[in-house]
């Protein structure tokens, strides 16, 4: 793991990020006058990466993981908050300022059968981003600059002139990261790289990412729902439940000791192979709240053990509880 972090090397820093989407329904809905529902995918979330280190977003399909890695990156726009890379704030470039600052931020999606293009070489996938950002001034330069990305992620000369339906998935999501690395960014985004892969696959790629940060002081935000991959590849975690996070901290504790009752249910349902060891000692009940015109309270309400009155009327903060730790209950 990174060594810590001081108090003034944040290189990202997400505060009251939202992004809400318009449910307009179709032509009947309207005609019977029901009213616009709004999909609150990300809903004012908070939270921090210090450079160097890898920041591990966990949660259940559809809690808005994907979402937040396009809105810091841009692909979609916010509704609110601020999205600050290096103490300028992301949302308030231009779209050529913006064109600059995607060379320190770099995502790296999760289906690598889908995020290349099958009609070019690896040669151009690879040298594309750097002729956009004007990183190379000649082809025996960019030929020279490829061939030294795929020897970073394990590949070869060999696979330079290569489609990428020539490639398994493991090295597809090689190139992928080699893409990503291909400008020199300070931040790369993760969106679940792995979970496409086999399990022997996976493990290749992880260590592939730790070693790649080593070699190039990297910072991640690395997102996934597998609680092992988590483990292994952070330093810190936040957990999100349906647009909120509910609990950040450093990984070793927050594994360890879980705070919040999602974290706690989120542990107990991985599966344990010692039969002796005791059941889960928290479960939850119900189905995943829905994130369409959510109540005001918490969104574990009705699910929750430790539900009181106060719950559902207001939504809880994420409150400090030391030790690096924050945890959004009203009843810890």
């Known amino acids: 793991m990174t060594m810590a972090p001081t108090a003034d090397d944040t ?7 939202t992004k809400h989407f318009t449910l307009h329904g179709d032509i009947y809905s309207k005609l019977a006058g029901e009213k616009t529902q709004v999909l609150k995918a990300v809903d004012g979330i908070d939270f921090h990466i210090h450079r160097g280190e890898t920041l591990g977003l966990v949660g259940e399909s559809g809690c808005g ?3 937040t890695a396009r809105l810091v990156t841009r692909l979609i726009e916010p509704t609110a ?5 290096k103490g300028e704030n992301l949302l308030g470039f231009s779209r050529s300022r913006m064109k600059e600052a995607r060379k320190e931020v770099q995502l790296v999606f999760q289906d690598p059968y889908s995020s290349l293009n099958p009609r070019k070489t690896i040669m151009h996938i690879l040298s594309r ?3 956009i950002h004007g990183l190379v001034r000649s082809w025996a330069e960019k030929r ?8 970073r992620v394990g590949l070869g000369i060999e696979h330079i002139d290569r489609y990428p339906h020539e490639f398994s998935g493991g090295q597809r999501q090689r190139i992928a990261i080699a893409r990503a690395l291909s400008v020199d ?3 790369v985004i993760g969106d679940e790289p792995v979970s496409a892969l086999d399990v022997s696959i996976q493990a290749q790629i992880l260590n592939l990412f730790r070693e790649l940060q080593k070699e190039f002081g990297l910072t991640y935000l690395f997102i996934a729902h597998d609680l092992s991959v988590i483990r292994h590849i952070s330093d810190r975690v936040a957990v999100m439940y349906v647009g909120k996070i509910v609990e950040t901290g450093p990984a070793a504790a927050l ?3 879980p705070l919040h009752p999602y974290t706690k249910a989120l542990l107990a349902a991985v599966p344990e192979a010692d039969p002796a060891k ?5 479960t939850l009940q119900g189905e995943v709240s829905t994130p369409i015109d959510p109540p005001p309270g918490c969104r574990l309400c009705g699910r929750c053990p430790r539900e009181s009155a106060v719950c559902a009327e207001i939504a809880p903060p994420l409150v400090d509880v030391g030790d690096g730790r924050q945890v959004a209950c009203h009843n810890l």
Do not use: I, Q
């Open 11 to 17: 290189l990202l820093r997400v505060k009251g990020l």
């Open 65 to 67: 993981k994907s979402t």
């Open 81 to 85: 908050g601020e999205v600050t890379l």
């Open 129 to 131: 981003p750097m002729e």
């Open 144 to 151: 020279e600059r490829v061939l030294e990305l795929l020897r």
């Open 185 to 187: 960014p300070e931040l």
């Open 255 to 257: 594994f360890d000791k």
């Open 278 to 282: 005791p059941a889960p000692r928290l």
